[in-house]
Nanobody
Framework: QVQLVESGGGLVQPGGSLRLSCAASGSIFNTYRMGWYRQAPGKQRELVARITSGGITKYADSVKGRFTISRDNAKNTVYLQMNSLKPEDTAVYYC?????????????WGQGTQVTVSS
């Protein structure tokens, strides 16, 4: 079992920056692939970025060059640094933990944190 708690969301002007944090507890954090997803009103939840236990990253095309995902296994925390924010980045951002071992899948979600980009 993994519990995920996001923080760091808020209101920011276009061009600004925010850093989201996701603190994990309850299991072996460093064995999970961690990710950030977002869901805007009326849209499906989409992948923003993810990072494997070995540090391999993947980004949505829409955030490449602006967002950076990182993890600190000693602190059981994953981060999403968001720069050059645009109004279209407005969404609820969710932290995700994913593990697949011998076809057994474990997946957990945080409660979400609101990011609003507006002048």
């Amino acid at each position: 079992q993994v519990q995920l708690v996001e923080s760091g969301g808020g209101l920011v002007q276009p061009g600004g920056s925010l850093r989201l944090s996701c603190a994990a507890s309850g299991s072996i954090f460093n064995t999970y692939r961690m990710g950030w997803y977002r869901q805007a009103p009326g849209k499906q939840r989409e992948l923003v970025a993810r990072i494997t236990s070995g540090g391999i990253t993947k980004y949505a095309d829409s955030v490449k060059g602006r967002f950076t995902i990182s993890r600190d296994n000693a602190k059981n925390t994953v981060y999403l640094q968001m720069n050059s924010l645009k109004p279209e980045d407005t969404a609820v951002y969710y932290c995700n933990a994913f593990s697949e071992v011998l076809s057994y899948i474990s997946e957990y979600w945080g409660q979400g944190t609101q990011v609003t980009v507006s002048s």
